[in-house]
């Protein structure tokens, strides 16, 4: 059984920043691209930032230059920092990541997703 445990969310004013977390935990024999999505009421989920196993980066053009996604392979860790947040930031975020299990098994997992509004 695989796990993604997020924390981190909250409510924030405008320019104002958080840092996600998101652990992966259980029978889990590697760990292959780690990512953040984010969903709005009303709107389709969408990719915010994505990283490699050997750390390569990619982000949605709306968070460039404001968001940094990292990881810590020892960790099965992933982060988002989140800084200058807007109103339009506002969206329950989702945790991601292609793992393999021990079973060598290999799916896509999300996590329970954690709330961040941006709010003065």
């Known amino acids: 059984q695989v796990q993604l445990v997020e924390s981190g969310g909250g409510l924030v004013q405008p320019g104002g920043s958080l840092r996600l977390s998101c652990a992966a935990s259980?029978?889990?024999?590697?760990?292959?691209?780690m990512g953040w999505y984010r969903q709005a009421p009303g709107k389709q989920r969408e990719l915010v930032a994505r990283?490699?196993?050997?750390?390569?980066?990619n982000y949605a053009d709306s968070v460039k230059g404001r968001f940094t996604i990292s990881r810590d392979n020892g960790k099965n860790t992933v982060y988002l920092q989140m800084n200058s947040l807007k109103p339009e930031d506002t969206a329950v975020y989702y945790c991601?990541?292609?793992?393999?299990?021990?079973?060598?098994?290999?799916?896509?997992?999300w996590g329970q997703g954690t709330q961040v509004t941006v709010s003065s």
């Open positions: 990283i490699t196993v050997g750390g390569v980066t």
């Open positions: 259980g029978s889990i024999l590697s760990i292959y691209a």
């Open positions: 991601n990541a292609d793992i393999r299990a021990v079973t060598m098994t290999r799916f896509e997992y």
